[in-house]
């Protein structure tokens, strides 16, 4: 059984930073990619960030190129997002989720290529 947990969200202040947590169980590194979404209330969920496991790569969203991270610890099956430099417009849910296949390959981050995902946690950024 795949489950994949978010944790982290919170309320932050404009400018300030968060680490959001993804614990993926039954997935490990087989997955093909590791991605966060987010989605903001009458909007489309949005890829932020995409880890390639194959390759090690690592793509982000225009939006957040420079100022979030993503990493993975394969030891504790953990991806991580680093969010710096947080404006108001970086308030939705925010989610994680695992992809197998060669649709996650193509384009990490396009919601259609992932196959498990997470519950969601709130990031709230005021200004």
């Known amino acids: 059984l795949v489950q994949v947990v978010e944790s982290g969200g919170g309320s932050v202040q404009a400018g300030g930073s968060l680490r959001l947590s993804c614990a993926a169980s039954?997935?490990?590194?087989?997955?093909?990619?590791m991605g966060w979404f987010r989605q903001a209330p009458g909007r489309e969920r949005e890829g932020v960030a995409v880890?390639?496991?194959?390759?090690?790569?690592?793509s982000y969203g225009d939006s957040v190129q420079g100022r979030f991270t993503i990493s993975q610890d394969n030891a504790k099956n953990t991806v991580y997002l680093q969010m710096n430099s947080l404006k108001p417009e970086d308030t939705a849910m925010y989610y994680c989720?695992?992809?197998?296949?060669?649709?996650?390959?193509?384009?990490?981050?396009?919601?259609?290529?992932?196959?498990?995902w997470g519950q969601g946690t709130q990031v709230t950024v005021s200004s």
């Open positions: 989720a695992a992809g197998y296949g060669w649709t996650c390959r193509l384009n990490g981050l396009s919601k259609n290529g992932y196959n498990y």
């Open positions: 039954g997935v490990t590194s087989s997955a093909d990619c």
């Open positions: 880890i390639y496991n194959r390759s090690g790569s690592k």
